[in-house]
């Protein structure tokens, strides 16, 4: 064999290992592309989905709280701000994995209790039964939130930045920052 035909071997050798890495490289970019597309509509979905829970939250303390000749319209508020929640869950049961559809149900199961406490007289309500219930509507917002930012990839982010971003804060500060209660709503 000659030497021109060992370098049209090799050249054809060197172009084919770098088309093959170059596809490689490729579909790999494009996975990831195809994995992450969807996250960032699905965080501004989850944030609206924690928005509307909260004021449907607000929105039946207030009914607990209002005279028996306002209920009516209180309930209505509840109704109207139950009915923002359609759209947004409908949304998330199209584009949200099984974690994060299990939590949603978990929210609006402990909303439901909640309205139930507060349509009920004050005088038939345990002391204790309606903060079981806020606790329980509490945990399920966590739950959902954890699952969300697992979902979306945020759940990787790196404590020990979280703690240098706040250096300059007080010490006790930055512990109540790094411990996570800033989410709670």
């Known amino acids: 064999m000659s030497s021109a035909w060992v370098g049209v071997i090799g050249s054809l050798g060197g172009v084919s290992v770098g088309a093959l890495a170059s596809s490689l ?14 996250h960032d509509h699905r965080l501004a979905l989850y944030v609206r989905f924690l ?7 607000d929105a039946i303390n207030d009914f607990a709280a209002v005279p028996e000749a306002d209920r009516f319209r209180a309930l209505k508020e509840v109704g ?7 759209p947004i869950q409908s949304e998330i049961e199209l584009l949200a994995g099984a974690e994060v559809r299990r939590t949603v149900g978990l929210v609006n199961f402990g909303q439901i209790r909640m309205l139930e406490i507060a349509a009920r007289d004050p005088r038939d309500v345990r ?5 079981e219930r806020l606790r329980a509507y509490r945990a399920g917002r ?4 954890a699952a969300a930012r697992s979902e979306i990839g945020l759940d990787t982010l790196n404590e020990p930045s979280l703690a240098a ?12 920052l790094a411990s996570g209660h800033i989410r709670d709503t």
């Not at 928005?51 to 939250?57: I, V």
């Not at 109207?80 to 359609?86: F, P, S, T």
């Not at 971003?165 to 109540?176: F, V």
Request: charge should be neutral; avoid cysteine.
């Open 80 to 86: 109207g701000v139950n009915a923002e929640l359609v």
């Open 142 to 145: 966590e739950e959902f939130t």
């Open 127 to 131: 002391g204790d039964e309606l903060s």
């Open 25 to 38: 490289l490729e579909r790999a970019r494009w996975r990831r592309t195809e994995r992450t597309r969807w």
């Open 51 to 57: 928005e509307a829970t909260k004021r449907l939250h």
């Open 165 to 176: 971003a706040t250096a300059g804060l007080s010490s006790e500060y930055a512990r109540y």
